[in-house]
Protein backbone atom coordinates (compact mmCIF):
# COMPACT_ATOMS: atom_id res chain seq x y z
CA UNK A 1 0.00 0.00 0.00
CA UNK A 2 1.63 3.48 -0.97
CA UNK A 3 2.11 6.02 1.61
CA UNK A 4 -0.30 8.74 0.83
CA UNK A 5 -3.02 5.82 0.82
CA UNK A 6 -1.63 5.05 4.47
CA UNK A 7 -2.13 8.81 5.30
CA UNK A 8 -5.21 9.25 4.14
CA UNK A 9 -6.79 6.09 6.05
CA UNK A 10 -4.94 8.03 9.19
CA UNK A 11 -6.36 11.15 8.40
CA UNK A 12 -10.08 10.05 8.61
CA UNK A 13 -9.68 7.88 11.22
CA UNK A 14 -8.78 9.98 14.20
CA UNK A 15 -6.51 7.68 16.75
CA UNK A 16 -5.39 5.59 13.82
CA UNK A 17 -1.21 5.16 14.37
CA UNK A 18 -0.51 2.17 12.22
CA UNK A 19 -1.60 0.24 9.18
CA UNK A 20 -0.02 -3.25 9.29
CA UNK A 21 -0.18 -5.16 5.96
CA UNK A 22 -1.53 -8.08 7.56
CA UNK A 23 -4.54 -9.73 6.74
CA UNK A 24 -4.50 -11.58 10.36
CA UNK A 25 -4.32 -8.53 12.01
CA UNK A 26 -7.18 -6.47 10.17
CA UNK A 27 -9.19 -10.29 10.15
CA UNK A 28 -9.11 -9.95 13.78
CA UNK A 29 -10.23 -6.34 14.14
CA UNK A 30 -12.80 -7.06 11.47
CA UNK A 31 -14.73 -9.72 13.66
CA UNK A 32 -15.14 -7.51 16.85
CA UNK A 33 -16.04 -4.46 14.50
CA UNK A 34 -18.14 -5.76 11.67
CA UNK A 35 -21.89 -7.68 12.11
CA UNK A 36 -21.41 -9.27 8.32
CA UNK A 37 -21.66 -12.63 9.01
CA UNK A 38 -21.31 -14.03 5.44
CA UNK A 39 -17.43 -13.71 5.10
CA UNK A 40 -15.10 -17.07 5.23
CA UNK A 41 -12.37 -15.84 6.90
CA UNK A 42 -10.76 -18.71 7.36
CA UNK A 43 -10.41 -19.56 3.28
CA UNK A 44 -10.10 -15.77 2.30
CA UNK A 45 -7.27 -13.20 3.01
CA UNK A 46 -8.09 -9.12 3.13
CA UNK A 47 -7.80 -7.73 -0.29
CA UNK A 48 -5.57 -4.78 -0.73
CA UNK A 49 -7.90 -1.90 -1.75
CA UNK A 50 -5.37 0.51 -3.48
CA UNK A 51 -4.27 -2.61 -6.02
CA UNK A 52 -6.08 -4.47 -8.43
CA UNK A 53 -5.83 -4.26 -12.76
CA UNK A 54 -7.93 -6.21 -15.30
CA UNK A 55 -8.00 -9.65 -13.72
CA UNK A 56 -5.84 -9.36 -11.42
CA UNK A 57 -5.98 -8.75 -7.46
CA UNK A 58 -3.63 -8.79 -4.43
CA UNK A 59 -3.91 -9.11 -0.76
CA UNK A 60 -2.19 -6.84 1.87
CA UNK A 61 1.00 -9.05 2.08
CA UNK A 62 1.55 -8.30 -2.07
CA UNK A 63 0.01 -11.73 -3.35
CA UNK A 64 -1.33 -11.89 -6.51
CA UNK A 65 -4.59 -13.53 -7.84
CA UNK A 66 -5.93 -14.54 -11.25
CA UNK A 67 -10.11 -13.36 -10.61
CA UNK A 68 -12.46 -15.80 -11.27
CA UNK A 69 -14.94 -14.41 -9.22
CA UNK A 70 -15.57 -10.90 -10.23
CA UNK A 71 -16.92 -9.91 -6.96
CA UNK A 72 -19.66 -12.61 -7.25
CA UNK A 73 -20.12 -11.23 -11.09
CA UNK A 74 -20.10 -7.85 -10.15
CA UNK A 75 -16.77 -6.58 -12.02
CA UNK A 76 -18.01 -7.02 -15.10
CA UNK A 77 -14.65 -4.66 -16.77
CA UNK A 78 -12.43 -5.99 -13.91
CA UNK A 79 -10.14 -3.68 -11.55
CA UNK A 80 -9.07 -0.39 -12.81
CA UNK A 81 -11.36 -0.68 -16.47
CA UNK A 82 -9.99 1.16 -19.50
CA UNK A 83 -11.23 4.41 -19.63
CA UNK A 84 -12.92 4.71 -16.42
CA UNK A 85 -10.23 7.47 -14.76
CA UNK A 86 -10.68 9.59 -17.87
CA UNK A 87 -14.34 9.21 -17.79
CA UNK A 88 -14.37 9.58 -13.55
CA UNK A 89 -12.40 13.17 -13.78
CA UNK A 90 -15.31 14.62 -16.33
CA UNK A 91 -17.70 13.76 -13.20
CA UNK A 92 -16.11 16.15 -10.87
CA UNK A 93 -18.74 18.88 -11.51
CA UNK A 94 -22.00 16.22 -11.80
CA UNK A 95 -24.31 16.76 -8.49
CA UNK A 96 -24.43 13.64 -6.03
CA UNK A 97 -26.56 14.74 -3.52
CA UNK A 98 -29.86 14.26 -5.48
CA UNK A 99 -31.87 11.44 -4.17
CA UNK A 100 -32.96 9.70 -7.83
CA UNK A 101 -36.77 9.08 -6.15
CA UNK A 102 -37.69 12.37 -5.42
CA UNK A 103 -36.76 15.03 -8.91
CA UNK A 104 -36.13 13.82 -12.13
CA UNK A 105 -32.37 13.84 -13.76
CA UNK A 106 -31.48 13.24 -17.30
CA UNK A 107 -28.60 10.53 -16.55
CA UNK A 108 -31.62 8.48 -14.66
CA UNK A 109 -33.93 8.76 -17.50
CA UNK A 110 -31.19 7.90 -20.28
CA UNK A 111 -29.92 5.12 -18.04
CA UNK A 112 -33.42 3.65 -17.70
CA UNK A 113 -34.33 4.00 -21.56
CA UNK A 114 -30.87 2.22 -21.83
CA UNK A 115 -31.62 -0.75 -20.25
CA UNK A 116 -35.35 -0.64 -21.49
CA UNK A 117 -34.12 -1.25 -24.65
CA UNK A 118 -31.75 -4.58 -23.94
CA UNK A 119 -34.61 -6.45 -22.62
CA UNK A 120 -36.67 -9.05 -24.64
CA UNK A 121 -39.89 -8.04 -25.55
CA UNK A 122 -41.72 -5.73 -28.36
CA UNK A 123 -43.86 -3.76 -25.50
CA UNK A 124 -43.28 -0.94 -23.80
CA UNK A 125 -41.42 -0.68 -20.20
CA UNK A 126 -40.65 0.99 -17.43
CA UNK A 127 -37.73 0.83 -14.78
CA UNK A 128 -37.50 1.51 -11.10
CA UNK A 129 -33.85 2.10 -9.85
CA UNK A 130 -32.61 -0.09 -6.37
CA UNK A 131 -29.93 -0.04 -4.31
CA UNK A 132 -29.37 -3.88 -4.83
CA UNK A 133 -30.65 -7.17 -5.95
CA UNK A 134 -32.46 -7.83 -3.52
CA UNK A 135 -34.24 -4.72 -3.39
CA UNK A 136 -34.56 -4.78 -7.12
CA UNK A 137 -36.58 -8.38 -6.24
CA UNK A 138 -38.68 -6.22 -3.44
CA UNK A 139 -39.84 -4.19 -6.30
CA UNK A 140 -40.41 -6.61 -8.67
CA UNK A 141 -43.11 -8.60 -6.42
CA UNK A 142 -44.56 -5.62 -4.95
CA UNK A 143 -45.25 -4.97 -8.61
CA UNK A 144 -46.62 -7.92 -9.80
CA UNK A 145 -49.22 -7.96 -6.51
CA UNK A 146 -49.83 -3.93 -8.07
CA UNK A 147 -50.45 -5.59 -11.22
CA UNK A 148 -52.87 -8.40 -10.58
CA UNK A 149 -54.26 -7.66 -6.80
CA UNK A 150 -52.91 -10.82 -5.00
CA UNK A 151 -50.48 -11.66 -3.20
CA UNK A 152 -49.68 -15.59 -3.73
CA UNK A 153 -45.98 -16.63 -5.56
CA UNK A 154 -44.24 -19.62 -7.12
CA UNK A 155 -40.82 -19.95 -6.44
CA UNK A 156 -38.18 -22.42 -6.98
CA UNK A 157 -35.82 -24.73 -4.55
CA UNK A 158 -33.05 -23.68 -4.97
CA UNK A 159 -33.36 -20.47 -5.21
CA UNK A 160 -31.79 -17.29 -4.06
CA UNK A 161 -33.38 -13.98 -4.65
CA UNK A 162 -31.81 -12.06 -1.67
CA UNK A 163 -32.50 -11.98 2.17
CA UNK A 164 -34.78 -9.14 2.77
CA UNK A 165 -38.42 -9.33 3.68
CA UNK A 166 -40.25 -10.51 0.38
CA UNK A 167 -37.29 -11.59 -1.13
CA UNK A 168 -36.35 -13.24 1.27
CA UNK A 169 -39.81 -15.29 1.11
CA UNK A 170 -39.32 -16.12 -1.88
CA UNK A 171 -35.28 -17.75 -1.41
CA UNK A 172 -34.95 -21.29 -0.87
CA UNK A 173 -31.10 -21.33 -0.39
CA UNK A 174 -29.76 -22.68 2.92
CA UNK A 175 -31.85 -23.11 5.85
CA UNK A 176 -30.20 -20.49 8.12
CA UNK A 177 -31.17 -17.39 5.63
CA UNK A 178 -35.12 -18.01 6.54
CA UNK A 179 -34.98 -19.89 10.33
CA UNK A 180 -36.84 -17.39 12.80
CA UNK A 181 -37.78 -15.07 10.61
CA UNK A 182 -41.83 -15.12 9.71
CA UNK A 183 -42.13 -15.38 5.98
CA UNK A 184 -44.16 -12.48 4.26
CA UNK A 185 -45.76 -14.11 1.88
CA UNK A 186 -47.75 -17.21 0.61
CA UNK A 187 -45.61 -19.29 -1.96
CA UNK A 188 -45.72 -22.29 -4.50
CA UNK A 189 -42.33 -23.80 -3.76
CA UNK A 190 -41.49 -26.24 -7.26
CA UNK A 191 -38.13 -27.90 -7.68
CA UNK A 192 -36.05 -26.27 -10.16
CA UNK A 193 -34.83 -28.05 -13.86
CA UNK A 194 -32.14 -29.45 -12.61
CA UNK A 195 -30.88 -32.33 -15.13
CA UNK A 196 -27.96 -33.50 -13.00
CA UNK A 197 -30.38 -34.48 -10.13
CA UNK A 198 -33.38 -34.95 -11.51
CA UNK A 199 -35.25 -37.76 -9.97
CA UNK A 200 -36.63 -39.23 -13.75
CA UNK A 201 -33.84 -38.93 -14.93
CA UNK A 202 -30.92 -36.49 -16.60
CA UNK A 203 -32.77 -35.78 -19.56
CA UNK A 204 -32.87 -31.92 -20.39
CA UNK A 205 -36.60 -31.97 -21.35
CA UNK A 206 -37.64 -34.85 -19.02
CA UNK A 207 -36.16 -32.57 -16.12
CA UNK A 208 -38.00 -29.65 -17.25
CA UNK A 209 -41.05 -31.71 -17.69
CA UNK A 210 -40.78 -33.01 -14.21
CA UNK A 211 -40.49 -29.07 -12.86
CA UNK A 212 -43.48 -28.01 -14.81
CA UNK A 213 -45.75 -30.92 -14.13
CA UNK A 214 -45.04 -30.70 -10.45
CA UNK A 215 -46.11 -27.11 -10.26
CA UNK A 216 -49.14 -27.78 -12.13
CA UNK A 217 -50.01 -30.05 -9.15
CA UNK A 218 -48.92 -28.10 -6.96
CA UNK A 219 -51.09 -24.60 -8.07
CA UNK A 220 -54.39 -26.56 -8.09
CA UNK A 221 -53.31 -27.75 -4.77
CA UNK A 222 -52.27 -24.59 -3.17
CA UNK A 223 -54.22 -22.28 -5.12
CA UNK A 224 -54.41 -20.69 -8.56
CA UNK A 225 -54.51 -17.16 -7.41
CA UNK A 226 -50.67 -16.02 -8.35
CA UNK A 227 -49.16 -12.59 -8.78
CA UNK A 228 -46.22 -13.88 -10.17
CA UNK A 229 -44.03 -16.59 -10.98
CA UNK A 230 -40.22 -15.54 -9.86
CA UNK A 231 -37.26 -17.73 -11.05
CA UNK A 232 -33.61 -17.47 -11.92
CA UNK A 233 -32.68 -17.62 -15.12
CA UNK A 234 -29.75 -19.57 -14.22
CA UNK A 235 -29.89 -20.86 -10.93
CA UNK A 236 -26.60 -18.57 -9.13
CA UNK A 237 -26.29 -19.60 -5.57
CA UNK A 238 -27.72 -23.13 -5.97
CA UNK A 239 -24.90 -24.09 -8.04
CA UNK A 240 -24.63 -22.30 -11.08
CA UNK A 241 -27.31 -24.56 -12.78
CA UNK A 242 -28.67 -23.45 -16.59
CA UNK A 243 -32.20 -24.80 -16.85
CA UNK A 244 -33.61 -26.71 -19.81
CA UNK A 245 -34.88 -23.98 -22.11
CA UNK A 246 -37.95 -25.72 -22.02
CA UNK A 247 -38.44 -25.31 -18.37
CA UNK A 248 -38.70 -21.06 -18.74
CA UNK A 249 -40.46 -21.50 -21.53
CA UNK A 250 -43.14 -23.95 -20.09
CA UNK A 251 -42.90 -21.07 -16.67
CA UNK A 252 -44.05 -18.77 -19.58
CA UNK A 253 -47.35 -20.88 -20.71
CA UNK A 254 -48.02 -20.84 -16.64
CA UNK A 255 -47.90 -17.03 -16.10
CA UNK A 256 -50.12 -16.89 -19.27
CA UNK A 257 -52.54 -19.27 -17.84
CA UNK A 258 -52.99 -18.06 -14.69
CA UNK A 259 -52.48 -14.09 -15.62
CA UNK A 260 -49.48 -13.91 -13.39
CA UNK A 261 -46.39 -11.76 -13.95
CA UNK A 262 -43.07 -13.99 -14.82
CA UNK A 263 -40.35 -12.55 -13.06
CA UNK A 264 -36.34 -13.42 -13.98
CA UNK A 265 -34.09 -12.60 -11.84
CA UNK A 266 -30.85 -11.77 -13.50
CA UNK A 267 -29.25 -10.14 -10.92
CA UNK A 268 -26.15 -12.37 -11.20
CA UNK A 269 -26.49 -13.87 -14.63
CA UNK A 270 -27.12 -10.78 -16.21
CA UNK A 271 -25.51 -7.74 -18.52
CA UNK A 272 -23.89 -10.29 -21.19
CA UNK A 273 -22.56 -12.89 -18.58
CA UNK A 274 -23.89 -15.61 -20.51
CA UNK A 275 -23.14 -14.47 -23.61
CA UNK A 276 -26.27 -12.44 -24.46
CA UNK A 277 -27.97 -9.23 -22.10
CA UNK A 278 -30.18 -11.70 -20.43
CA UNK A 279 -29.41 -15.32 -19.86
CA UNK A 280 -33.39 -15.81 -20.18
CA UNK A 281 -33.00 -15.03 -24.13
CA UNK A 282 -30.93 -17.89 -24.48
CA UNK A 283 -34.82 -19.65 -24.66
CA UNK A 284 -36.26 -17.00 -26.32
CA UNK A 285 -38.62 -16.18 -23.25
CA UNK A 286 -40.22 -12.62 -22.74
CA UNK A 287 -40.53 -12.11 -19.01
CA UNK A 288 -42.31 -9.25 -17.79
CA UNK A 289 -40.11 -8.01 -15.46
CA UNK A 290 -35.77 -8.58 -15.10
CA UNK A 291 -34.63 -7.78 -12.41
CA UNK A 292 -30.64 -6.86 -12.00
CA UNK A 293 -28.20 -5.46 -9.86
CA UNK A 294 -24.35 -6.31 -9.58
CA UNK A 295 -22.09 -5.75 -12.66
CA UNK A 296 -24.77 -2.66 -13.54
CA UNK A 297 -23.42 -0.52 -10.48
CA UNK A 298 -19.99 -1.94 -11.17
CA UNK A 299 -19.28 -2.22 -7.15
CA UNK A 300 -21.60 0.96 -6.53
CA UNK A 301 -24.94 0.40 -5.05
CA UNK A 302 -27.45 0.39 -8.19
CA UNK A 303 -30.14 -2.34 -9.10
CA UNK A 304 -32.69 -1.80 -11.39
CA UNK A 305 -36.33 -3.43 -12.14
CA UNK A 306 -36.99 -3.46 -15.83
CA UNK A 307 -40.74 -4.14 -16.94
CA UNK A 308 -43.39 -3.85 -18.78
CA UNK A 309 -45.09 -0.46 -18.59
CA UNK A 310 -46.55 0.58 -16.28
CA UNK A 311 -44.86 -1.29 -13.98
CA UNK A 312 -46.99 -0.10 -10.91
CA UNK A 313 -50.56 0.51 -11.50
CA UNK A 314 -51.27 3.31 -8.80
CA UNK A 315 -48.88 6.23 -7.98
CA UNK A 316 -47.20 6.10 -4.16
CA UNK A 317 -47.01 2.98 -3.98
CA UNK A 318 -42.85 1.48 -4.11
CA UNK A 319 -39.81 4.16 -3.65
CA UNK A 320 -36.08 4.27 -2.23
CA UNK A 321 -34.07 7.30 -0.91
CA UNK A 322 -31.28 6.73 -2.85
CA UNK A 323 -31.29 5.23 -6.56
CA UNK A 324 -29.66 5.89 -9.74
CA UNK A 325 -28.75 9.51 -8.51
CA UNK A 326 -26.58 11.15 -11.18
CA UNK A 327 -23.40 10.59 -10.85
CA UNK A 328 -24.43 6.41 -10.29
CA UNK A 329 -26.27 7.08 -13.09
CA UNK A 330 -23.63 8.32 -15.66
CA UNK A 331 -20.95 5.59 -14.28
CA UNK A 332 -23.55 2.33 -15.21
CA UNK A 333 -24.17 4.15 -18.49
CA UNK A 334 -20.04 3.96 -19.32
CA UNK A 335 -20.64 0.75 -17.70
CA UNK A 336 -23.32 -0.75 -20.42
CA UNK A 337 -20.90 1.27 -23.29
CA UNK A 338 -18.06 -0.58 -22.24
CA UNK A 339 -19.90 -3.85 -22.85
CA UNK A 340 -21.38 -2.97 -25.89
CA UNK A 341 -18.19 -1.02 -27.72
CA UNK A 342 -15.53 -3.35 -26.31
CA UNK A 343 -17.29 -6.64 -27.28
CA UNK A 344 -17.43 -8.45 -24.45
CA UNK A 345 -20.78 -10.33 -24.59
CA UNK A 346 -19.62 -11.87 -28.06
CA UNK A 347 -16.15 -12.33 -25.49
CA UNK A 348 -18.32 -14.11 -22.72
CA UNK A 349 -20.03 -16.77 -25.32
CA UNK A 350 -16.43 -17.65 -26.70
CA UNK A 351 -14.12 -17.56 -24.05
CA UNK A 352 -16.55 -18.76 -21.70
CA UNK A 353 -17.49 -21.96 -24.03
CA UNK A 354 -13.57 -22.70 -24.31
CA UNK A 355 -13.50 -22.76 -20.52
CA UNK A 356 -16.20 -25.54 -20.56
CA UNK A 357 -14.87 -27.31 -23.21
CA UNK A 358 -11.10 -27.54 -21.73
CA UNK A 359 -12.36 -28.29 -17.88
CA UNK A 360 -14.79 -31.30 -19.44
CA UNK A 361 -11.65 -32.58 -20.89
CA UNK A 362 -9.37 -32.30 -18.42
CA UNK A 363 -11.48 -32.90 -14.96
CA UNK A 364 -14.93 -34.37 -16.64
CA UNK A 365 -13.77 -37.79 -15.81
CA UNK A 366 -12.64 -37.25 -13.07
CA UNK A 367 -14.93 -40.15 -9.92
CA UNK A 368 -15.32 -36.63 -7.73
CA UNK A 369 -16.41 -34.39 -10.81
CA UNK A 370 -20.14 -34.59 -11.21
CA UNK A 371 -20.62 -32.60 -13.46
CA UNK A 372 -18.86 -29.22 -15.61
CA UNK A 373 -22.03 -26.56 -16.45
CA UNK A 374 -22.76 -23.48 -17.05
CA UNK A 375 -22.86 -20.75 -20.30
CA UNK A 376 -20.07 -18.26 -21.06
CA UNK A 377 -19.49 -16.66 -17.84
CA UNK A 378 -21.16 -18.02 -15.55
CA UNK A 379 -19.89 -21.68 -14.84
CA UNK A 380 -20.50 -24.31 -12.09
CA UNK A 381 -18.46 -27.23 -11.34
CA UNK A 382 -20.15 -30.06 -8.75
CA UNK A 383 -18.22 -32.40 -6.79
CA UNK A 384 -19.54 -35.58 -5.63
CA UNK A 385 -18.08 -38.62 -3.85
CA UNK A 386 -18.32 -40.24 -7.02
CA UNK A 387 -19.94 -40.78 -9.89
CA UNK A 388 -22.37 -43.13 -9.03
CA UNK A 389 -23.61 -42.39 -6.14
CA UNK A 390 -24.00 -38.70 -6.71
CA UNK A 391 -23.49 -38.04 -2.91
CA UNK A 392 -22.43 -34.33 -1.92
CA UNK A 393 -18.42 -33.69 -2.02
CA UNK A 394 -18.99 -30.81 0.59
CA UNK A 395 -15.75 -30.97 2.38
CA UNK A 396 -13.55 -31.82 -1.05
CA UNK A 397 -15.12 -28.97 -2.65
CA UNK A 398 -14.41 -26.63 0.48
CA UNK A 399 -10.30 -28.20 0.42
CA UNK A 400 -10.30 -27.53 -3.88
CA UNK A 401 -11.52 -23.63 -2.84
CA UNK A 402 -8.46 -23.66 0.00
CA UNK A 403 -6.06 -24.79 -2.40
CA UNK A 404 -7.54 -22.68 -5.57
CA UNK A 405 -6.62 -19.20 -3.03
CA UNK A 406 -3.24 -20.30 -1.46
CA UNK A 407 -1.21 -22.41 -3.69
CA UNK A 408 -3.10 -21.38 -7.06
CA UNK A 409 -3.83 -17.96 -6.66
CA UNK A 410 -7.11 -18.21 -8.12
CA UNK A 411 -9.89 -16.42 -6.69
CA UNK A 412 -12.98 -19.02 -6.53
CA UNK A 413 -16.13 -19.19 -4.35
CA UNK A 414 -17.95 -21.98 -3.32
CA UNK A 415 -21.97 -22.19 -4.44
CA UNK A 416 -24.83 -24.75 -3.66
CA UNK A 417 -23.98 -27.88 -1.28
CA UNK A 418 -20.62 -28.61 -3.56
CA UNK A 419 -19.72 -26.80 -6.26
CA UNK A 420 -17.68 -24.13 -7.32
CA UNK A 421 -18.28 -21.04 -9.09
CA UNK A 422 -16.37 -19.42 -11.81
CA UNK A 423 -17.77 -15.91 -12.44
CA UNK A 424 -15.03 -14.17 -14.44
CA UNK A 425 -15.06 -10.53 -15.14
CA UNK A 426 -16.26 -10.27 -18.80
CA UNK A 427 -12.86 -8.94 -20.28
CA UNK A 428 -10.73 -11.90 -19.49
CA UNK A 429 -8.95 -12.73 -22.09
CA UNK A 430 -8.75 -16.39 -23.99
CA UNK A 431 -5.05 -16.44 -22.15
CA UNK A 432 -6.02 -15.45 -18.85
CA UNK A 433 -8.52 -18.06 -19.15
CA UNK A 434 -6.94 -20.86 -20.29
CA UNK A 435 -4.50 -19.96 -17.00
CA UNK A 436 -7.12 -19.68 -14.83
CA UNK A 437 -8.40 -22.94 -16.04
CA UNK A 438 -5.11 -24.58 -15.77
CA UNK A 439 -4.66 -23.22 -12.13
CA UNK A 440 -8.28 -25.09 -11.44
CA UNK A 441 -7.27 -28.43 -12.64
CA UNK A 442 -4.25 -28.43 -10.76
CA UNK A 443 -6.18 -27.63 -7.60
CA UNK A 444 -8.91 -30.17 -8.62
CA UNK A 445 -5.94 -32.98 -9.26
CA UNK A 446 -4.18 -32.45 -5.58
CA UNK A 447 -6.73 -32.74 -3.83
CA UNK A 448 -9.22 -35.61 -5.66
CA UNK A 449 -5.67 -36.98 -5.38
CA UNK A 450 -5.92 -36.77 -1.46
CA UNK A 451 -9.18 -38.35 -1.37
CA UNK A 452 -7.68 -41.23 -3.08
CA UNK A 453 -5.00 -41.98 -0.57
CA UNK A 454 -7.15 -41.46 2.32
CA UNK A 455 -9.39 -44.00 0.43
CA UNK A 456 -6.83 -46.56 -0.16
CA UNK A 457 -4.91 -46.09 3.66
CA UNK A 458 -8.55 -46.96 4.92
CA UNK A 459 -8.74 -49.67 3.14
CA UNK A 460 -5.28 -50.88 3.71
CA UNK A 461 -6.00 -50.40 7.63
CA UNK A 462 -9.02 -52.16 7.39
CA UNK A 463 -7.04 -55.46 5.61
Known amino acids: MKQEQIDLLRWLAPGLTDVPESSLYWIERSQRALATSTQDRDV ?70 RLAATAPGDFDKQVFFTTSGARAVEAALKAAMDQTSRTRFVAFRPAFHGRTGYALAVTASKAIHREGFPQALPVIRAPYAYPY ?77 TGKWWAIEHAGVEPDIICTAKALGGGYPLGATIGRSPIFVRGSRHSETFSAEPRLALLSLFILRS ?11 TVGEAMLKRM ?26 DKRSKRHAPNLRDRIVKNCIYKQHLWVLGAGRSSIRLLPPLVMTHEEAMEAVGRFERAVREEVGGVRENRMTAANAAQ
Open 360 to 385: RETIGDLDQVGEVRGRGFMQGIEFVE
Open 44 to 113: YPVVDHTRGQGVWLYDLEGNEYLDANAGVAVRALGFRPKGIREFEEQLTDVVEELPGQDFDNIPQVLLAE
Open 197 to 273: RCPVGSDPQESAEYSLQYLREAILEEGTDIAGIIVESISGEGGIIPPPVEFLRGLRDIADEYGAVLIADEVQSGLGR
Open 339 to 349: IEEQGLIANAA
